[in-house]
Nanobody, 123 residues
Framework: VQLQASGGGLVQAGGSLRLSCAAS????????MGWFRQAPGKEREFVAT????????YYANSVKGRFTISRDNAKNTVHLQMNSLKPEDTAVYSC?????????????????WGQGTQVTVSS
């Protein structure tokens, strides 16, 4: 499956952004989806994940209550709504797909990755 992330940009602290990841090539509902981020000089970290149906979601503690992951299987798209952004949210955000539809926070368990989209939050 091919994944294309979009929606990144520059925003002031307290602002919002909505990231999107469009999938193609395979049946989208076969996959659980995840968002990860990597800041300069840091390791990639888990942000959020959603199961194949959208019923089950899980978030990193650092974004819980501020970010919302959702998916539209009819449009083969997963979104990450990011509110109350903080400078520490600045990173390259990447979407990933895991065949089988079950959520996981482990990046090694995802089968496909999209290119990242840069999110920069100014203070």
């Amino acid at each position: 499956v091919q994944l294309q992330a979009s929606g990144g940009g520059l925003v002031q602290a307290g602002g919002s952004l909505r990231l999107s990841c469009a999938a193609s090539g395979r049946t989208f509902s076969d996959f659980a989806m995840g968002w990860f981020r990597q800041a300069p000089g840091k390791e990639r970290e888990f942000v959020a994940t959603i199961n194949w149906s959208g019923v089950s979601t899980y978030y990193a503690n650092s974004v819980k209550g501020r970010f919302t992951i959702s998916r539209d299987n009819a449009k083969n798209t997963v979104h990450l709504q990011m509110n109350s952004l903080k400078p520490e949210d600045t990173a390259v955000y990447s979407c990933a797909a895991r065949l089988g539809g079950v959520t996981t926070i482990q990046s090694s368990e995802y089968d496909y990755w999209g290119q990242g989209t840069q999110v920069t939050v100014s203070s």
